[in-house]
């Protein structure tokens, strides 16, 4: 059912596109992350299906970074099509380093102020709260504050430390009182301030595959964590982790098309085809992040249930990250964030 349904989808676009780009293409190198669920989501998901079904070669390279692209930018040589990006480089970068990408009739299949000009969005994130029922038993953490409060919840906590834009600095105000449509501006100094009370209990784990291995080991009892790591985490053993029912930061990847790319228009058809309900749900089943199209249905198995926070019975719960505000305020933030841990 599901692949007929691809197919459809792929028939759709190749009806209504008009060209599939430059010269004799015939291949794409798609960029992301490297190896883990979250890759394979997407080579399964998205590219194994448009490469079956349009003969297109697409081949995968990685890992995705900024500052490669740029080079290749600036010097003309451009050799990847399509790049997995964080969706403040999409809007900083627009019509710079990145191309404008027509979605068609999908503009409208996204939460609100996730879609860009020159970004897709490909995945969505929520930064939730687990603990290890290990440490806790049947007293767990209820809420925010509690990662915050080390005499109420003594214990060991880890989270990733090398980007503050994945929702830290939101979890931290949210745990301090501040409403979620009162966010933005972030008020940092207040954030920080509150990392301050768990500074002696705190792991900042500089690759997400530390912060799991800590959580796997039990040399942690509370998590703040993505949830495609969470749902990495369960998988490789670490059952004894649960997640807290409570406010979720929610963050999100886009697809983005290197300015130059000798292929951009076979680039745009191939984010069409990945953006549409069906290859969303299955990258969602495959890779434990969500999808980013709010039409697809993904039939998550029992260890994606436990983690989720991206459905729509929890809506209350999902607080979206203000993209414009981060793209204007990211340089600062992340000098803030870096001298904060170094202090």
Known sequence: ?????????????????????????????????GKGAYQDGQQKAFLEPYQKQSGVKVTLDGPSDNAKLRAMVEAGRVTWDIMDTDAFMAREHCGTLLEKIDVGDL???FPPGTLSDCGVPAA??????????????????????????????????????????????????LADGVPPDRLYPLDVDRALKVHDRIRNDLTLAQTYGQQQQAMVDNQADLALVVSARAYSTLKAGGTQWKRVPTKVPVTWDVLVVPKGAKNKDLAQELIRFASRPEPGARFAELSGAGAANTAAKPELNDVQRQIDVLSEDRAADKVFIDADWWTA??????????????S
């Open 124 to 173: 969505l994130f929520g930064l939730m709260l687990m603990y290890n029922e290990k440490t806790y038993g049947d007293k767990p953490p209820t809420s925010l504050a509690d990662f915050f409060d080390p005499v109420k919840f003594p214990g060991k906590r880890v989270m990733y430390a090398k980007d503050p834009a994945i929702g830290q600095l939101e979890a931290s105000l």
């Open 1 to 33: 059912m599901r692949r007929t349904a691809i197919g459809v989808a792929f028939a759709a676009l190749l009806l209504t596109s008009c060209g599939t780009g430059g010269g004799d293409a015939k291949s794409l190198t798609f960029v992301s992350y």
């Open 107 to 109: 503009k409208d299949s």
């Open 329 to 342: 305020n990211y340089s600062k933030v992340v000098q803030a964030w870096t001298a904060w841990q170094t």
